[in-house]
């Protein structure tokens, strides 16, 4: 089936320092991809929707310039948290649309950051 | 505005005991409605979904959920869990006018015991 690679699975970095998260699909073409972001304890946060070739749309109250988001390919979306802070700390997990029509989605096992 | 609200956040349960996991949602049009399941140290993972037709939706593994359009409200039931069944389960919705954006609940921690 439609499989999602999120790397990497774990990282530490040090407050200031900007993180990469990459989100590939395997063996389809992801037009569409999600972001989210979870709380202990807490769902799922929609940060953003990325479409490849154009700019991503942000959810309310998610900083665009912290959260940068590119959808270069159609197999390949990352996500960069730039200037971390220990805030940012939580886990990031990415989502593609299966298809056409919005009916399926796949997702990545999860990015589970810390910042120190 | 789509939101998914589920009232049991920790749910623990001898094996072949019956299960029945509560999800409300609230969105003023037709929605698209699912269940996801994450087992520890792994991804999300579709259980089953309702799009139209038969309220009862029957998914994987067991699982079935019905789809009570006047109570806004998408319950997840299994007759009798298993041991293996122990993982997070999240209820999504997404408003059929709203994008293709998912929205989820807060998720519901099942432990089933020996």
């Known amino acids: 089936g439609a499989v999602v690679s999120q790397h990497p699975s774990r990282v530490i970095c040090k407050s200031g320092t900007s993180v990469k998260i990459e989100c590939r699909s395997l063996?389809?073409?992801?037009?569409?991809m999600f972001w989210y972001r979870q709380f202990p304890k807490k769902s799922l946060m929609l940060m953003a929707t990325?479409?490849?070739?154009?700019?991503?749309?942000?959810e309310q109250g998610v900083e665009k310039d912290k959260f940068l988001i590119n959808h270069a390919s159609l197999t390949l979306s990352t996500l960069t948290v730039t200037s971390a802070h220990p805030e940012d700390s939580s886990f990031y997990i990415c989502?593609?649309?299966?298809?056409?029509?919005?009916?399926?989605?796949?997702f990545g096992s999860g990015t589970r950051l810390t910042v120190v | 505005a789509q939101s998914v609200s589920q009232h049991n956040h920790h749910v623990i349960l001898s094996e072949a005991a019956s299960l029945e996991l509560g999800c409300n949602y609230s969105?003023?049009?037709?929605?698209?409605l699912f269940w996801y399941v994450q087992y520890p140290g792994q991804h999300l993972q579709l259980l089953l979904k309702y799009f139209s037709g038969d309220p009862l939706v029957k998914g994987i593994k067991g699982f079935e959920a019905e789809f009570i359009k006047s109570k806004f409200s998408f319950n997840l039931r299994k007759p009798s869990v298993q041991w293996s069944d122990t993982a997070e389960y999240f209820c999504a919705v997404k408003g059929t006018g709203g994008g293709n954006k998912l929205t989820f609940g807060t998720g519901t921690q099942l432990k089933v015991e020996l």
């Open positions: 063996d389809f073409q992801a037009t569409t």
């Open positions: 969105y003023g049009g037709t929605v698209n």
């Open positions: 989502s593609a649309i299966i298809g056409t029509g919005g009916y399926g989605y796949t």
């Open positions: 990325s479409n490849e070739g154009s700019k991503a749309t942000y």
